[in-house]
């Protein structure tokens, strides 16, 4: 495969892929002048990356990949899980999200969490899904500057600094986008 669309218009996201699949030519969302948001109304991951990898491979017929990813903290039974982009509200703002956590988790010492990734590639008229999951715990407050989303409050375990201060050659080696698209990779290998 040489070119792949991403479905996505998460500019986080979409950096992160470009790094993570060097060898395939990503054409972003903006390349093919798409600007409509995708609804994704599902409760599960597999079903909202599903109907954003539909959406573009039908009206593109080009092969296409989707991610649809979130936190999901323990204490907080899951949450934000699916809704973790809009979790502190309409319009969505990380820091607000990134509030909103933190004050859910005041005076709670029990911090785990995880970052999960699910990936869906449409590729000649099949539906292929990989996963992928990062295990850490939510800092006390955000640290770092860099990378997207709740980057800044997530530790991943065996490190002290959050996704924002870690280098991103760290982190994609690390993250659960990094995992999903190892599986990735090695499917189109095999
Ligand atoms: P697209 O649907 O257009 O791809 P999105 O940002 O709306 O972009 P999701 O619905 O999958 O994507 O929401 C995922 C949210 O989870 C994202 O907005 C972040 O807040 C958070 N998230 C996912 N991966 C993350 C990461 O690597 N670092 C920090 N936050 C992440």
Not at 2 to 7: D, E, P, R, V
Not at 92 to 116: C, H, M, P, S, W
Request: charged share 20%; aromatic share 10%.
């Amino acid at each position: 495969m040489k070119k792949l669309i991403f479905a996505t218009n998460n500019k986080g996201k979409l950096k992160e892929m470009q790094l993570l699949l060097p060898s395939i030519e990503i054409i972003s969302l903006n390349d093919i002048n798409w600007t409509e948001e995708i609804d994704e109304p599902f409760d599960t991951f597999h079903e909202n990356a599903l109907i954003k990898a539909v959406t573009i491979f039908k009206a593109t017929q080009l092969p296409v990949l989707s991610d649809d990813s979130g936190l999901c903290i323990h204490a907080l039974h899951g949450a934000p899980g699916v809704h973790s982009a809009y979790y502190g509200g309409h319009p969505r703002a990380d820091q607000k999200n990134i509030n909103k956590v933190l004050e859910e988790l005041n005076g709670v010492t029990q911090r785990e969490a995880y970052f999960k990734a699910v990936l869906c590639l449409i590729w000649e008229d099949q539906v292929h899904y990989f996963e992928g999951v990062v295990d850490g715990h939510i800092a006390d407050n955000p640290m770092g500057v860099d990378g997207f989303g709740y980057d800044p409050i997530f530790i991943p375990t065996g490190y002290k600094e959050s996704f924002a201060q870690l280098p991103l050659a760290i982190k994609n080696t690390l993250s659960h986008r990094a995992q999903a698209v190892n599986k990735l990779l090695a499917f189109l290998k095999s």
